[in-house]
């Protein structure tokens, strides 16, 4: 692999780390049930998709290794200042959606790089993983946005009226 698909590779999955250690608080965080629930689903996904970016890097020969990634720690700081600034708040649930949606925009455009380059390379198999990782993020961006557009923005509406 070129040097900057490695690069690359070492951001997400530190962001991934990052992501993992955030997502309890945004689900304790959460005043809606379902919205709790869809952060403690992601949860478990993240841990299948840092086993698959392992997974990619043992087929390049390289060891599984994070870069910080200045991208992700702003991202998710927006997401904590969320937290802190809403709390108990009706607008707290919408923002904690905002703040998610923009994590996985984040990693849709990662993976989605990453598998190119990997079919480029003819590295097949680590596309085929990188791919997984990005159909899952893609459904979690769709999966808030129904929840978003269902009940917490609504909700939040009306508990602000």
């Not at 478990?44 to 087929?59: H, M, W």
Request: glycine share 4%; charged share 30%.
């Amino acid at each position: 692999m070129a040097k900057e698909p490695k690069q690359s590779l070492k951001d997400i999955y530190y962001a991934e780390k990052k992501i993992l250690s955030a997502l309890p608080k945004m689900a304790k965080a959460a005043q809606n049930d379902d919205l709790t629930a869809a952060f403690e689903k992601h949860q478990a996904e993240t841990e299948g998709q840092i086993s698959r970016l392992e997974q990619v890097f043992d087929l390049i020969d390289q060891k599984p290794q994070g870069k910080k990634c200045a991208a992700i720690e702003g991202i998710l700081e927006e997401g904590q200042e969320i937290i802190k600034e809403y709390k108990g708040s009706p607008a707290l649930d919408a923002g904690l959606v905002s703040a998610a949606q923009a994590v996985e925009h984040y990693e849709i455009a990662r993976y989605g790089t990453l598998r190119t380059w990997a079919e480029e390379m003819g590295l097949d198999d680590a596309a085929k993983l990188l791919q997984e990782t990005l159909d899952e993020e893609e459904a979690t961006d769709q999966s808030l946005t129904e929840l978003a557009e269902a009940v917490v923005n609504q909700e939040a509406q009306a508990k602000a009226a």
